[in-house]
């Protein structure tokens, strides 16, 4: 049981628009940072969003984060085949741990 | 280059001892709260623990899971973080990473505890 609750699965065309959310408490999301990583088969998970809506150099503008009290979502627009992938949201607690979501498997039909 | 790499991942017995070796480049690893994180296969992430930065004293936290067998450790002059893996279970099995926090993450190596 992860101490964030994404959901398990999300799909989308090709061009659509996906959101997957991610929802905790005032413990975590509603007092930290909220970071998102995609994680694509057979490898590590990469940054794709930080401090809820900071994207790293190299990460396409349709990908979009944000957050509103204790839940966070992450926006992909303009959706690809390549971003067929797990996506996971975190929270890096600066005085105790880390904690995650189960992750969202994103399928492209 | 900005990597993390880690090494020393392996097949051990329940019970057994592992050491896991994380080695940092193109930054100062001393500067940052550093993690290891884990992912039993087919699973999602759960975090193992935490050595902070210099500032911090190089303060460590531990998962429930792990506290009292696990040991992360730090040595500056090679900038690299280790994970002392000892009374290892096989729910133990998983791909560990170490994690620049927030922002960067090793490409992991893989522990497989099974007699």
């Known amino acids: 049981q992860s101490v964030l609750t994404q959901p398990p699965s999300a799909s989308g065309t090709p061009g659509q628009r996906v959101t997957i959310s991610c929802s905790g408490s005032?413990?975590?999301?509603?007092?930290?940072?909220v970071h998102w990583y995609q994680q694509l088969p057979g490898t590590a998970p990469k940054l794709l969003i930080y401090?809820?809506?900071q994207r790293p150099s190299g990460v396409p503008d349709r990908f979009s984060g944000s957050k509103s009290g204790t839940s966070a979502s992450l926006a992909i627009s303009g959706l690809r085949s390549e971003d067929e992938a797990d996506y996971y949201c975190?929270?890096?607690?600066?005085?105790?741990?880390?904690?995650f979501g189960g992750g969202t498997k994103l399928t492209v039909l | 280059e900005v990597q993390l790499v880690e090494s020393g991942g392996g097949l051990v017995q329940p019970g057994g001892s592992l050491r896991l070796s994380c080695a940092a480049s193109?930054?100062?690893?001393?500067?940052?709260?550093m993690d290891w994180v884990r992912q039993a296969p087919g699973k999602g992430l759960e975090w193992v623990g935490r050595?902070?930065?210099?500032?911090?004293?190089?303060?460590?936290e531990y998962a429930a899971s792990v506290k009292g067998r696990f040991t992360i450790s730090r040595d500056d002059s090679k900038n690299s973080l280790y994970l002392q893996m000892n009374s290892l279970k096989t729910e133990d099995t998983a791909v560990y990473y170490c994690?620049?926090?927030?922002?960067?993450w090793g490409q992991g190596t893989l522990v497989t505890v099974s007699s």
């Open positions: 994690v620049m926090v927030p922002l960067l």
């Open positions: 193109g930054f100062t690893s001393s500067d940052h709260h």
């Open positions: 050595t902070r930065d210099k500032v911090n004293s190089y303060t460590t």
């Open positions: 005032s413990s975590n999301i509603g007092s930290n940072y």
């Open positions: 401090r809820n809506h």
């Open positions: 975190a929270v890096w607690d600066d005085t105790l741990s880390g904690v």
